[in-house]
């Protein structure tokens, strides 16, 4: 190993593919960053082309050794991050048979409600009810509506699961996925089969393959074809991958119980550490052991939060575009200057964040979102600070409903693209009515897959040491008191709305 080594994160997201080249004191001393596009075949599905993960993988990586001058031979191991629940159909050499169901697709709601009805004992770890966007009921859709795919395909796995076999030439399945959001088990028996049988599932085993391996265990070397692809060496140890939350839950230090990491992205997913289960609340899953040995890691999320802001920018902001065009930068400083100088509570404007259904609270696919209240007194900018404060009470609705099935709160960490806006941030910080934490790196998925190489390669005796050693706090954000009754005021319309758009 070189005098000076690295680790490397890749961070596969719904919006790009990011490479980050990471040094042993959670530093990002490189950062690569590839575009992947989403398409939208009909209302409320998503679908991705797997094999533009593996040409951003090229791109992105190249971009980060270039930006930072980095050797091959300096990247001491490789880890990695990817959306949860994307689904793969493939041949057993890795050819995707079509496009990915992207984890947002929300098509297998009736699989999701078949799977619910056997009322299988696995289900208590998921409230008693499965998300359309989770590995069983999108497998049982494929069989049930594209069934010569289905039989076509060798292998029906996750992004995850696929990228793995491109970069080692291994098939694997990780143990965080699959205890997560494939109703897996070790305290139960492992596979529901039981469940699974009754659907019609029972043939699905096969398509999976037998190893399961732990979040940040060594599965294989990079193959000769990866590291060629990539730009890297031969034989880079490669650290089992796991979900992108959860990874970046680790990029936050948010280990304790108590500790809560808000992941703000695309969606945005929550993800709490408590002593004790939560059960019967409308959290998305209660997960023993799932990160942190002894603790159960409660999993909540809303399925659009920065797609929101993207389908803005996409659609309406072509005048801002332009300034941003002309100003050298980014759209979102625009938009983001604007929204600063909007009051809080945007002048009337109430948003529901529900564009791709209700994750977490409600657990309901065919919500959808609304923008209320608008008057030709509203500006752009009254619309984005209306998305900021949508999605932030979003966050405090799914925590009030774990808080009232037995979660504590004791601390609230945010990573995630959407630590670029302070505004975003503060405004979460006056919503939930407490200090929010902000780590010094602010893409803690990468920085979390990062830590899983950097215990693979034997840099870390373990994640906790990784925590220690390469998590940092960069600043705490204190409510503004000001705020309070204008938000909950606010909070009250915004649950309220979601029963006026929602009566059954």
Not at 113 to 126: E, Q
Not at 188 to 207: F, N, Q
Not at 235 to 262: R, S
Request: hydrophobic share 40%; net charge negative.
């Amino acid at each position: 190993m070189p005098p000076v080594c690295y680790v490397l994160g890749l961070d596969v997201g719904t919006q790009s593919l990011r490479a980050a080249i990471i040094a042993l004191d959670g530093t990002t001393v490189a950062f690569g960053v590839e575009p992947i596009e989403t398409t939208y075949p009909q209302p409320a599905w998503a679908e991705q082309d797997p094999n533009q993960w593996w040409e951003a993988a090229r791109i992105a990586v190249g971009k980060a050794l270039k930006q930072g001058s980095i050797a091959p031979e300096s990247i001491a191991a490789i880890g990695m991050d990817c959306t949860a629940c994307t689904v793969v159909a493939s041949t057993i050499n890795g050819q995707a048979l079509r496009p990915a169901l992207l984890w947002m697709d929300q098509r297998s709601s009736k699989e999701a409600d078949d799977l619910g009805a056997t009322r299988d004992p696995i289900l208590k770890y998921v409230s008693g009810k499965l998300s359309p966007e989770w590995m069983l009921p999108k497998a049982l859709w494929l069989k049930r509506n594209e069934p010569a795919a289905y039989a076509k395909a060798e292998r029906i796995v996750e992004c995850t699961d696929w990228l793995m076999h491109k970069l080692t030439g291994e098939w694997t399945l990780s143990l965080n996925h699959v205890a997560v959001k494939w109703n897996y088990s070790g305290r139960d028996g492992g596979w529901p089969r039981a469940m699974m049988t009754e659907v019609g599932l029972e043939d699905l085993l096969a398509k999976w393959p037998e190893r399961i391996v732990p979040l940040g265990a060594t599965t294989a070397g990079l193959s000769a074809s990866a590291a060629a692809h990539l730009g890297l060496t031969k034989g880079t140890p490669v650290a089992q991958a796991g979900i992108d939350a959860y990874l970046g839950m680790l990029g936050l230090g948010a280990t304790n119980a108590g500790d809560v990491a808000v992941i703000v992205g695309s969606s945005t997913c929550h993800l709490a550490q408590s002593k004790a289960g939560v059960f019967g609340s409308g959290v998305a899953g209660c997960y023993p052991d799932a990160t942190v040995d002894g603790l159960f890691t409660i999993e909540a999320g809303q399925t659009a939060t920065g797609s929101i802001l993207d389908w803005y920018r996409r659609n309406f902001a072509a005048a801002e575009q332009a300034e941003a065009d002309e100003r050298g930068v980014h759209v979102f400083e625009i938009l983001d200057n604007k929204a600063k100088q909007t009051p809080p509570g945007a002048d009337g404007l109430v948003v529901r964040d529900d564009w791709q259904g209700n994750r977490s609270p409600y657990k309901n696919p065919h919500a959808r979102g609304a923008i209320t209240g608008l008057s030709l007194g509203h500006s752009s900018g009254h619309i984005i600070r209306a998305i900021y404060e949508a999605t932030a009470c979003g966050t405090r609705h799914i925590l009030e409903d774990a808080a009232n099935h037995g979660l504590e709160v004791s601390r609230i960490f945010i990573g995630g693209g959407g630590v670029k806006s302070q505004l975003w941030c503060q405004i979460h910080a006056d919503i939930l009515g407490m200090p929010v934490h902000i780590p010094r790196e602010s893409e803690a998925c990468a920085l979390g897959a990062g830590m899983v190489a950097a215990v693979a390669a034997g840099l870390m005796a373990n994640l906790s040491e990784a925590a220690k050693k390469m998590v940092a706090i960069d600043r705490v954000i204190e409510p503004n008191p000001t705020n309070k009754q204008v938000y909950d005021r606010l909070f009250a319309d915004y649950v309220q709305l979601y029963q006026s758009l929602n009566p059954d």
